[in-house]
């Protein structure tokens, strides 16, 4: 963008160009639909926060009902601990590294389901309706989370702001040497150009970021060893 905004500020001062636009339309071509995406995306981060808060805190609630069943054996407590952490490693693996198969947190879900059902005779019947009911809240935190991360923001709104963030250099231009004039003020010209670019193609890539927010690519994205199990 610094070099498009550069040639074209050379090229309308060399040959003299400029005009007088109202640049009220280029800002609702523009900054009205870059703000719209930036709130969407904030938006999204906002919810995956709070859905990995109610996954982790049903993965938390299960674990206890079982350490509050009694009449487990030691080992099966183990095993579903064992179960509870390969879920959380396998949710963690999935946002983290934009993966596109769900399936494998489902069989770690459904394992948790099936082995908690071989264990019915020693688990009270209101403990186990809890544990029921707090797993089907883990699964819904997890789908809700992977939902954020594969449907973005709509990929046509952000084509057309960036089409028209790449071509406002070649209106914004002319304007700008139209109403300062560039033969005593070249490097002001240029100056206030390039800031307005700069701050364009910033806020363009603050929202990009903030649309992927599990990747760890980014100041502002979730940190998902948070809401591991064992953290």
């Given at each position: 963008m610094a070099i498009i905004s550069v040639i074209v500020t050379y090229l309308s001062?060399?040959?003299n160009l400029d005009f007088n636009v109202d640049l009220t339309l280029l800002s609702i071509a523009i900054v009205f639909p870059l703000v719209f995406n930036i709130r969407g995306a904030f938006r999204r981060r906002e919810k995956a926060l709070e859905?990995?808060?109610?996954?982790?805190?049903?993965?938390k609630t299960v674990y206890f009902y079982i350490q509050m069943s009694f009449n487990l054996k030691k080992e099966d407590k183990d095993k579903l601990e064992g179960i509870l952490e390969e879920i959380s490693d396998a949710v963690i693996s999935q946002l983290e590294n934009n993966g596109t198969k769900p399936q494998e947190v489902d069989g770690k879900i459904k394992k948790l389901h099936d082995f908690t059902l071989e264990l019915t005779e020693f688990i009270p019947s209101?403990?186990?309706?809890r544990i029921f009911r707090y797993m089907n809240a883990l699964q819904e935190g997890f789908e809700n989370?992977?939902?954020i991360n594969t449907h973005r923001t709509p990929q046509s709104l952000?084509?057309?702001c960036l089409v028209f963030i790449y071509l406002f250099p070649?209106?914004?231009a002319?304007?700008?040497?139209?109403?300062i004039g560039a033969e005593q003020n070249a490097w002001v010209v240029y100056f206030i150009i390039l800031l307005t670019e700069f701050i364009l193609i910033s806020l363009y890539n603050i929202q990009d970021q903030m649309e992927y927010p599990f990747d760890n690519d980014g100041p502002d994205d979730v940190k998902l060893d948070s809401f591991k199990i064992n953290r």
């Open positions: 001062i060399h040959f859905h990995m808060s109610q996954f982790r805190s049903a993965m209101k403990v186990k309706d989370a992977y939902a952000k084509a057309y070649l209106v914004y002319p304007t700008i040497i139209y109403n």
